[in-house]
Nanobody
Framework: QVRLVESGGGSVQSGGSLRLSCSASGPTFENYAMYWFRQAPGNEREFVAS????????YYSDSVKGRFTISRDDAENMVYLQMNSPKPEDTAIYYCNQDFQAGVKARGFKYDYWGPGTQVTVSS
């Protein structure tokens, strides 16, 4: 079973930048699309971004489009989320996960496994 470990979170001011990392175990990382999700206190977990196999396509939620960039390094089994110009409403725990296809995930998605996540706090 895949093991996912997110890192890179912390405190940042609005207008700054932060890069999140996700390490995935397993020999078939390159066969999966990768996703970033987030969950703010009192809210459901929500889709943030996804990237297809081979980095051909990427998708973003409307709330982060133009500010965040997802990327992956298949040689290192890593996926990243570059957060530029974060806003206080981006404050959340961020999680990565894998799926068969990249796209925009509506609410109600389910995964059998989640990593511990990484906390991002954006101050104004």
């Amino acid at each position: 079973q895949v093991r996912l470990v997110e890192s890179g979170g912390g405190s940042v001011q609005s207008g700054g930048s932060l890069r999140l990392s996700c390490s995935a175990s397993g020999p078939t990382f390159e066969n999966y699309a990768m996703y970033w999700f987030r969950q703010a206190p009192g809210n459901e977990r929500e889709f943030v971004a996804s990237i297809s196999r081979g980095s051909v396509n990427s998708y973003y939620s409307d709330s982060v489009k133009g500010r965040f960039t997802i990327s992956r390094d298949d040689a290192e089994n890593m996926v990243y989320l570059q957060m530029n110009s974060p806003k206080p409403e981006d404050t959340a725990i961020y999680y990565c996960n894998q799926d068969f296809q990249a796209g925009v995930k509506a609410r109600g998605f389910k995964y059998d496994y989640w990593g511990p996540g990484t906390q991002v706090t954006v101050s104004s």
